[in-house]
């Protein structure tokens, strides 16, 4: 009540204190609101620096936004995938907006490193087997497809996967294990161009065969950001343009090595029983050599010593390691996590011990459409004809009607 009689003076006294105190809350809302503003320009430059690190395209940004809640990317990315390069130890990883521009610290995990490198394979396997704890990625990860080149010298159908990976930088990264006398030369514009792993000498049907399959998946774990490997031969070819095989794996719920359990001389009866008690005859299982596995397995691959050693010393040719050891390892360990299929057509029709090639007039739009959509096959639980992504065994004379088909029959 005593305010009511307060003197004018006194009352102006009062509003000006007043005033005085609302300005200056004024000024602390306003340093309040700078620093907001500020740190969302921070947070804003960081991240716009960061996604200048990612290719492209809408694309990229589906599948991005996937990567946050991929139901059907759980699997995948829910398991740890290993880290790659040994940048400066990394004692806690700091929050993205913590991360000053022109940083360097995760440049390694972000950008891939080149191919060639001067580990030894001890070297290699190693630091390919590390495997992050802590799940989510301190920066936005597109999940990338590992193609891995099993290559005896060139790449004599290059020019068709050239024209296969066109437009889809940032989503694949290509490694290419070849003999190391071959003298490798790929033209600069090529996405080919320096992908070559250090490569050692392979005999075909032996276990060198295994070492390099090895390599090859080391050398591909390197890069963070792959999630799905897949194994290639120079003849094979791919049956569907890049967006269906690019969610057809990344989307996939299991991986595809082939595995099954067949009587008879070249299937357990290649079977050694020294391998006992670590490989029963039972668990023992052939497939084909051209898997595609996730990282979790490719992880699980290049770390195995234990079945490695077992194969390397009793699978000798009659038995073929590249045929048995992924079927029967995969099996034990990842029991319901495979398809227990092969992603490659072959053609066995005409028999014998090697698949029949496909030469120049043995090619036809038919043919084509047959491997494509010709079988049924089971695909995260439901029936499907695209069963085959790739085929084998095309030669070189056999590009020429490959790049006039490919338009229209594979939509690349
Ligand atoms: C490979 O080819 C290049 C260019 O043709 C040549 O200069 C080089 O000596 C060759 N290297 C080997 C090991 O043959
Ligand atoms: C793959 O084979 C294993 C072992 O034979 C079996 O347990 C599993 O159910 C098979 N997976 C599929 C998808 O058929």
Request: charged letters at 20%; hydrophobic letters at 40%.
């Amino acid at each position: 009540m005593k305010n009511k009689q307060l003197p004018h003076e006194e009352k102006q006294q009062l509003m000006a204190a007043v005033n005085l105190l609302s300005i200056q809350g004024y000024l602390h809302n306003l340093i309040i609101y700078f620093l907001f503003f500020g740190s969302g320009l921070v947070i804003g430059i960081t991240l716009s620096s960061y996604l200048k690190e990612i290719p492209s395209g809408s694309q990229r940004k589906r599948f991005s936004d996937d990567i946050v809640q991929p139901s059907s990317l759980s699997i995948s990315i829910s398991s740890p995938p290993p880290l790659p390069l040994p940048p400066p130890p990394q004692p806690c990883p700091q929050p993205l907006q913590q991360i000053p521009a022109g940083r360097s610290g995760l440049k390694e995990y972000i950008e891939p490193p080149i191919a060639m490198h001067d580990m030894n394979e001890e070297e290699l396997r190693w630091r390919a087997s590390m495997v992050p704890r802590i799940r989510e990625f301190p920066f936005r990860r597109v999940p990338k497809i590992a193609f891995m080149f099993l290559a005896k010298g060139n790449l004599p159908l290059a020019p068709l996967w050239e024209r296969f990976f066109s437009g889809h930088q940032g989503l694949y990264s290509i490694y290419v294990h070849s003999q190391p006398r071959f003298n490798w030369s790929m033209p600069e514009d090529s996405v080919f161009y320096g992908r070559r792993i250090p490569s050692k000498a392979v005999e075909w049907g032996k276990f060198s065969m295994i070492e390099a399959e090895k390599r090859l998946v080391a050398n591909a774990l390197l890069d963070i950001s792959n999630q799905r490997f897949i194994l290639l031969s120079e003849s094979c070819i791919p049956l569907f343009n890049f967006e269906t095989v690019y969610d057809y794996l990344v989307y996939s719920h299991t991986t595809f090595v082939e595995s099954y359990d067949l009587l008879g001389p070249v299937g357990r009866g290649r079977y050694n029983k020294r391998m006992m008690p670590h490989v029963t005859l039972e668990q023992w299982r052939k497939g084909a050599q051209w898997f595609e596995v996730d990282r979790e397995m490719a992880v699980e691959v290049i770390s195995d010593l234990k079945y490695h050693a077992l194969f390397k010393r009793y699978c000798k040719p009659a038995c073929y390691s590249d045929e048995h050891y992924l079927p029967t390892m995969i099996t034990m360990k990842f029991p319901t996590r495979n398809a227990n299929r092969t992603l490659h057509w072959v053609d066995w029709s005409k028999g014998g011990p090697h698949p029949a090639k496909f030469l120049r007039l043995d090619l036809t739009v038919e043919m084509l459409n047959r491997m494509r959509t010709g079988t049924e096959c089971v695909y995260n639980g439901k029936p499907t004809n695209v069963c085959y992504l790739f085929a084998r065994k095309f030669t070189a004379s056999a590009l020429d009607r490959l790049l006039r088909f490919a338009p229209k029959v594979m939509n690349f």
